[in-house]
């Protein structure tokens, strides 16, 4: 790996919990907008929920993103810690074989 690849694992590897801090909150924020919507439109059936709706999917889309960065930065915490271990990556002769 280049030294930018190395430096880019290796921030992505420190964020991981932040990773999946904001993708609790982005559902968290996305449920408590559909609440706070629903509650609006209950009480004003002439208020369009239309755009609402998209904002709220905006944000569940963004927190999937974020949930897919923690994962992937756990599986290259595993394979830099393989790798540093001297084991190589992980499947890498499975997949050779096939």
Request: avoid cysteine.
């Amino acid at each position: 790996m280049k030294d930018s690849e190395l430096s880019f694992a290796h921030r992505a590897v420190r964020r991981r919990h932040l990773f999946l801090g904001l993708a609790v909150a982005g559902v968290t924020i996305a449920a408590g907008l559909s609440g706070y919507y629903g509650w609006r439109f209950v009480h004003d059936p002439a208020f369009p929920i239309g755009p609402r709706a998209v904002i709220v999917l905006l944000v569940l889309l963004n927190a999937r993103q974020n949930l897919r960065q923690y994962r992937y930065a756990g599986v290259l915490e595993e394979m830099m810690r393989e790798a540093a271990a001297g084991g190589g990556v992980a499947g890498a002769g499975r997949a050779a074989a096939s």
